[in-house]
């Protein structure tokens, strides 16, 4: 198994991360960690590391997708688990996915639940069966990105990388052209714990991201066969803008109204449990939104 982890700048995350990696009950792998070019304590923290399993590259700056896709070309495992530099990797995980992997052939991307810390709190499920991120793909990830584990043989087979034109939103386009080649899942467990901080990637390149995230949707929608829904519809549906000024029990009545309109058109274009629960969850986080006054 190789544990891909691009790193550019983690900064005081960065060892944290590793310890939590290197402690995993699952011991035979290694960890990969893409050093592009980063300017601060990156490399001493990871020189003063003595597991051998920790392999580091080094390179020239190219970017989230580059470093992404030279691990891609750098790893030596059957698997291929993913995991972000500031970020932490619960106990038992790995020997999870694993096992399912080995009990599922067919299963080509085995993800988890994840828990948010920091600025935020709170634990997200994500679909579990096949059929459920059949789903929620017509809408959104249907993976954490950093939670996965891939089978690579897969990648290989089928020249899949993560694609430049849609970078900060890469992992859920990767996702999309995986689900052509075998089945897609989630364990039931939280395999991944996810930093919130104001400087990270998908904070400080929203609009970039949810631009690409709009394009992939409406892409994959059509390349199933499914009617899309329109950009400002799923944008609406996806990134609520609760109404500014306004007492909170009017601001929350009239988030749940705006909601309304998107949460049904996507039940009506592909009805389904996960669906209903996606859109559910959205309109709970609007007004959870709205509770914060933000």
Not at 9 to 30: A, H, I, K, T, W
Not at 133 to 161: E, K, P, T, W
Not at 251 to 272: D, E, F, I, K
Request: aromatic share 6%.
């Amino acid at each position: 198994m190789t544990v891909l982890v691009p790193a550019y700048n983690p900064g005081c995350y960065l060892r944290p991360m590793l310890d939590s990696v290197l402690s995993q009950d699952f011991r035979d792998f290694e960890l990969l960690v893409i050093d592009d070019g980063s300017t601060d304590e990156t490399a001493a923290v990871l020189a003063a590391v003595r597991d051998p399993r920790l392999r580091v590259v080094r390179q020239t700056n190219t970017g989230l997708v580059g470093a992404l896709n030279r691990g891609l070309d750098e790893a030596r495992g059957e698997f291929l688990a993913r995991m972000d530099a500031d970020d932490l990797m619960p106990a038992g995980r790995l020997s999870a996915q694993l096992r399912a992997m080995h009990d599922d052939p067919a299963l080509v991307v085995c993800g988890t639940d994840y828990e948010l810390f920091g600025a935020l709190t709170g634990r997200v499920r994500m679909p579990r069966t096949d059929t459920a991120c059949r789903q929620r793909l017509l809408l959104s990830s249907c993976h954490c990105g950093a939670s996965v584990m891939i089978r690579r043989s897969v990648l290989d087979r089928s020249g899949v990388r993560f694609r430049p034109e849609f970078v900060h939103a890469e992992d859920y386009r990767m996702w999309a052209e995986l689900s052509e080649h075998g089945r897609l899942g989630n364990l039931p467990m939280l395999g991944y714990r996810y930093r919130i901080y104001p400087e990270q990637v998908s904070a400080v390149h929203a609009e970039e991201q949810r631009r690409a995230h709009l394009r992939i949707a409406r892409e994959h929608a059509l390349a199933v066969g499914v009617r899309p829904l329109p950009d400002r519809t799923l944008g609406t549906l996806l990134w609520p803008r609760p109404p500014a000024g306004v007492a909170v029990i009017p601001a929350a009545a009239r988030t749940v109204a705006a909601l309304a309109g998107p949460s049904a058109a996507a039940l009506v274009r592909r009805p389904g449990v996960e669906t209903a629960r996606f859109t559910g969850r959205k309109v709970v986080e609007a007004l959870a939104a709205v509770r914060r006054g933000r």
